[in-house]
T-cell receptor
Framework: NAGVTQTPKFQVLKTGQSMTLQCAQD?????MSWYRQDPGMGLRLIHY???????DQGEVPNGYNVSRSTTEDFPLRLLSAAPSQTSVYFC???????????FGPGTRLTVT | GENVEQHPSTLSVQEGDSAVIKCTYS??????FPWYKQELGKRPQLIID?????GEKKDQRIAVTLNKTAKHFSLHITETQPEDSAVYFC???????????FGSGTKLNVKP
């Protein structure tokens, strides 16, 4: 089991560029989430999904889009990158019911 | 939505001492409370969790207590070791367990 994988590990974008952060899991988990982590602010939920075809907004969804066409994949799209989106992005997955969220290794994004 | 507050933001203890980190939550419907440890440059990993129908849970040197009436929960680490040095996050989840709200984190430093 690879668990939760994320690509790329590092990315530098210019303001206004768009890109997609990839996330995949091989544990057949129904729930998947995207978080951003900024210094002193913990992990903030961007978008989450409870299954293929079902997504919803978290605390800080503006500027990001998601889709969930398969159980395994949950890509995060930045529509028009802004310096305020400089952050570390984590994808996580979990099975239904209370239990561990498994995090990916993170993507460090810098927007200049 | 839910609001999770975590204190202190930094905690320094001597090896062998105990460490306590406290969190409060705002939504009485929250019923699952995990704690994560994040080492520098790594992904968060679950260390212990508790459900709202339980008041205390212990796993070796780590324990979590929950006071539903006061809406607060705490992480207790006894006999601290240098390898306990990390950032610790509390979180709260509502009944469907797919949406998590995190505290801002506590940086624990265990001095040898």
């Amino acid at each position: 089991n690879a668990g939760v994988t994320q690509t790329p590990k590092f990315q530098v974008l210019k303001t206004g560029q768009s890109m997609t952060l990839q996330c995949a899991q091989d544990m057949n988990h129904e729930y998947m989430s995207w978080y951003r982590q900024d210094p002193g602010m913990g992990l903030r939920l961007i978008h989450y999904s409870v299954g293929a075809g079902i997504t919803d907004q978290g605390e800080v969804p503006n500027g990001y889009n998601v889709s969930r066409s398969t159980t395994e994949d949950f890509p995060l799209r930045l529509l028009s990158a802004a310096p305020s989106q400089t952050s570390v992005y984590f994808c996580a997955s979990s099975s239904t019911g209370p239990g561990e969220q498994y995090f990916g290794p993170g993507t460090r994004l810098t927007v200049t | 939505g839910e609001n999770v507050e975590q204190h202190p933001s930094t905690l320094s203890v001597q090896e062998g001492d105990s460490a306590v980190i406290k969190c409060t939550y705002s939504d009485s419907a929250s019923n699952y409370f995990p704690w994560y440890k994040q080492e520098l440059g790594k992904r968060p990993q679950l260390i212990i969790d508790i459900r709202s129908n339980v008041g205390e849970k212990k796993d070796q040197r780590i324990a979590v207590t929950l006071n539903k009436t006061a809406k607060h929960f705490s992480l207790h680490i006894t006999e601290t070791q240098p390898e306990d040095s990390a950032v610790y996050f509390c979180a709260a989840s509502l009944h469907n367990f797919n949406k998590f709200y995190f505290g801002s984190g506590t940086k624990l430093n265990v001095k040898p």
